[in-house]
């Protein structure tokens, strides 16, 4: 079971949008060096919607080369085909991937059962274990609580990454299957304390990408039921959870990568370079994390 900081990576690129596989191989260092718990390559910060399929496979086969097995990679291989996400999962398995993270299938606007269906042939047809993705507000496809217990039954679907937000929900699910060793993830930063201090696995983040030793910190105070530690750290982080979202993922936190001398300037259309006005919110965001002296 993996328990933590899970980085949602962000993928650098070039100023001219070409992926930067230099400096990608030097987040992955940056994030084992700094105590991240578990990379997904290629999930939502990752922008694979804008990726060839070349491109996805190779993201997810270089971050599973750098990180050479010292922590679980994720591979991000959802799709609203599900042919489509049987391929990538396939692919993310033969290149070494530990599990792979399945978005609701987005536009089709499956019914429930839908869903589940989905789901249930891609954990039949593929061996790679699967984490569900649900983030309703990008897809407009929400996994309700009693599909998730059912697929929770399938062989191969060992998890869920919730990114609604919604603590009472939640929290139903974490009674509902207490003494499971089905893995439940936060996907909602400006909640996930909270979602750990109820008993969820950890936090699949996009703060992370750029405080990766205070988010594993948090995490672990939180997972061990230490209150007091965890929000003394996710007070400090609130501001970078909040306006990490100022505009659509991953813009604000690949230009607060960029401020802080990580990556270069790169992002694809239809996504676009951080608007201007919100670079001073971010940049205050970033100095009280403490990761920019001004």
């Not at 991000?76 to 978005?103: F, H, M």
């Not at 998730?148 to 919730?162: F, H, P, Q, S, T």
């Not at 607060?256 to 300037?265: N, Q, S, V, Y």
Request: charged share 20%.
């Amino acid at each position: 079971m993996i328990t933590g900081s899970i980085v949602a990576l962000a993928t650098p690129m070039k100023s001219n949008g070409e992926i930067d596989w230099e400096v990608l191989r030097k987040l992955v260092s940056f994030h084992l060096e700094n105590g991240t718990d578990a990379i997904v390559a290629a999930g939502t910060t990752g922008e694979p919607t804008t990726m060839s399929f070349a491109e996805h496979f190779d993201v997810i086969r270089t971050v599973v080369e750098e990180v050479d097995g010292r922590i679980p990679v994720i591979a991000g291989t959802g799709s609203n085909n599900t042919t489509e996400a049987i391929e990538l999962t396939r692919y993310a398995k033969e290149v070494g991937a530990d599990y792979c993270l399945s978005v609701a299938p987005y536009y089709n606007k499956p019914t429930q059962e839908g869903m589940y269906q989905h789901f249930k042939a891609i954990a039949e047809n593929c061996d790679l274990p699967v984490i569900l993705y649900n983030v309703p507000g990008r897809t407009i496809s929400d996994i309700y609580n009693e599909t998730v217990l059912r697929l929770a039954e399938v062989d191969n679907i060992v998890g869920l990454k919730d990114a609604t937000g919604n603590l009472e929900r939640a929290q139903e699910l974490i009674q509902r299957l207490n003494g499971s060793d089905f893995m439940l993830y936060s996907g909602d930063d400006a909640t996930a304390c909270d979602f750990m201090l109820m008993g969820g696995n950890g936090d699949i983040s996009v703060t992370a990408n750029v405080a990766p030793k205070a988010m594993h910190e948090l995490c672990m105070a939180a997972i061990a039921g230490d209150a007091e530690k965890a929000h003394q750290i996710n007070t400090r982080l609130l501001p970078l959870h909040t306006n990490l979202g100022i505009e659509s993922n991953p813009i604000p936190v690949k230009w607060a990568l960029h401020r802080m001398g990580i990556i270069d300037t790169g992002i694809r259309l239809p996504l676009t370079w951080l608007s201007e006005k919100y670079h001073s919110t971010v940049s205050g965001a970033l100095q009280s994390a403490g990761l920019i002296d001004d």
